[in-house]
């Protein structure tokens, strides 16, 4: 975890697709809620979904498609 002023870059959780983790940029106070036990949606109501989900398992949206495609 990388404090920038009151922004903090949160590491995610390696992808299952690709295998790779990402950095997602944060409010401090935000992180602070969510690790004190609130919902991803509560503590980052403005956080895109796609987002929110890499900050859960790491899954790109891309990957997510991927995983999900009819193909």
């Not at 920038?4 to 950095?23: K, Y």
Request: glycine residues 4%.
């Amino acid at each position: 975890m990388t404090v920038q002023s009151d922004n903090v870059l949160v590491q995610t959780p390696r992808c299952r697709m690709c295998g790779q983790s990402s950095f997602v940029a944060v409010r401090a106070c935000d992180l602070e809620r969510y690790n004190a036990g609130a919902l991803v949606q509560e503590a980052f109501p403005e956080m895109p979904a796609e987002k929110r989900e890499l900050l859960i398992s790491g899954v790109h949206a891309e990957c997510w498609e991927q995983m999900w495609s009819e193909n």
